[in-house]
């Protein structure tokens, strides 16, 4: 379990109120939404949207409505308004000889003329055309609606009626009518409505529109509406196609101008007061009450009558769209939780957008839109409360471990949280600043170290043990899997957890034999945290490789050096016991061999001791010279066995850098090796080549060759190769090691190439060039 587990395991309480109070919240925020919601959202920030939408993308309008109009123009030329019933009658006959399919009269008929007979005359004029429509009105009187009817003779003409009521919002736009309204004894349809069942349209069978609560037990008198639609207007003003109503008084109507048309023939004139505005009006021009007419004519025609989505459908949609977006405010960071809001508030109204267009059906998106920013702002309000709060507690902590030292001055500018802020940065500063310390201790720490969980997997490794185990070791890896190739000295795997008490040492090897000190013990952090082992892997290898050698350098020096000195010994014991068992010169000359073997012996150890200690000189060298003081040091050797030593060297030179000495030293261990080994009347070749970037000196001989096996162990100390053939002594065993040393020293290598009865060439490859500030030789190539 983990710090954090355990916190909460040990006090349950207060998440578990801070969960529930923000269920609470969560679940009250949506109801409300959902409420807002089925009130029809917010009045006029929705009423906005649907303006705005509504002007995206307006319908068509339909070229079989025509509006007959009584503008300015007919004003000025016909005279004010109201104009006589004798000239409405002569506008009447004038349309009817058209033969429209319906016509409508947008007028003001309920007051009867001073003459009755003149009411008779328009009645019969109406009933004659056969296809018209009166208006009805209404009016509020003492808080009641009232309706106007024509007067008697002329309703009694008409063919039908129909309301021309509008029903403007709280903003004063109208947006909407009802097409069905009266009192429980009587109702009207829309004056719309009824221009198109005389006209002989076909009309949706039930009507488009929201219905009204069936209440059927209203009293007598009041005033009932239902079907209610919105309009989707077709534009401005001036939209539908308009014809004057002097042009028609006049007779310059052409023939057929409204043959089969819907004709509506109502005010237009601004000051006849009869314009509303609409979502699609111009700022300064109103739409007439007969185009809001012509407009739901069109929209029951195609059928584009738009509807209000019903009160728990639009509840619904809110309540679902907002608590989509509430799991960005908990799981992203404020910034993104942002992004997600105003997309949300994006989304509500994009889909409110597309339902309307496409599919004639208006969801509010007020609602959800002010639930989405008010669960914003009151959720980054709560985090901003508990992030004041934390950073308080974290400070308080952090004081009673010394992050905070007295002497800290609190920061002076800014709000309570940019302080708070400020002093948590600067001690959680001195914490990282301890930490990197620390991590820079453990990764730099010479030896391999792992923090270890105590479910077995690694929890931190320094770069010793990243070098020592490979990727293997990263976090979460299994300490059993990285230990399984190792083996206790005393016998048996090196497991974990390790068989050997914590606090104490166990020496081990891994697959390849190198020797290791395993040791591991607990470790806890403060305040009852989790805890874990460290565990140490020390390399001992290099200890254990100079005991090796060591052992291996006494024994081969108490063999090899008291040889030589038992045997001066036997002689002089001979020569004491029995003077005349050897000649004088031969007795000397045997102890001087012997002598010289042991001075030989312990030059080369002492050669081999100092080029591996010592420091390697950078001097600027040339490697011809190194090749020819070598072979000058070998050519009396080379003589007296009757061998040809040739060189072959660059003309224009190979510069080098490091210590000439070394260098000479070694190539006439190698040359030497070659006359030693070649048999007599034979040569042997050194030559100096170009390979690369390197410089190649090779050494063959045609002596009898160095078999594969023995080829492994040329370079190892006190390591013979070879025996007493052809009166040959055998080596020590530390002329190819100094080689060998030298090279390594000089960051070159040594190769050999060698098969028995077929010579061996040994090849010194060094850097053409050490320090890049020298000139480098040329790029020729060349091969041993």
Known sequence: MDRQAASATQRPGPARTRSAARVVAVVAGLLLAALLAWQNGLGRLDAALYDFFSRLEPAAPSQDIVVVAIDEASLAKVGRWPWSRDQQIDLIERIAQQSPAALGLDLLLSEPSADPSVDLRMAEAIHRSGNVVLPVFTAETAGRVQAMLPVPPLASAARALGHVSVEPDADGVVRSVFLREGTRDRQWNHFALALLQVAGQPVADPLPGNRA????????????????IHIDYAGPAGTYRTIPAAQVLAGELPDGALDGRIVLVGSTAAGLGDVYPTPLSARQRFTPGVEISANVIDNLMSGTARRIVAPWTGALLTALLVAAMLPALWLFAPGWALAASVAGIGVAAAASGVLLLADGLWWPPGAAVLAIAAFYLAWNWRRLERAAGYLVDELGRLKRHGAVLPQDAAAQAGDLIDRRIHDLSRATGRLLDVQAFMSSVIGSLPEAALAVGEDGRVLLANRQAVRQFGAAAAKGADMAGLLAGFTLVGG????WPAAVAPGHFAECRDAAGRAFLFEYARCA?????????IATLVDINPLREAERKRDQALRFLSHDIRSPQGAILALLDLHRSDPGELAQDELLARIRRYVLRTQTLAESFVELARVATAPVRDDLLEGTDVVLDAADECWSLAQARHIVLDTDVPDDGAPLRGDRSQLTRALINLIGNAIKYSPPHTRVDCRLVRRGELWCIAVRDQGRGIAADDQARLFQEFSRVGGAEDGDEPG????????KAVVDRHGGRIECESAPGQGSEFRLLLPATVNKAEPQAGPGEGSA
Request: charge should be negative; avoid cysteine.
């Open 525 to 533: 952090g403060e305040e009852g945290g989790e805890t874990a082992w």
């Open 213 to 228: 609560p069936a209440d059927r037990e209203a009293a007598p008198g009041a005033w009932w509406r239902d079907f209610w």
């Open 732 to 739: 020590f065993g530390l002329g190819l090691a100094f080689v």
């Open 492 to 495: 048996g795997p090196l497991s």
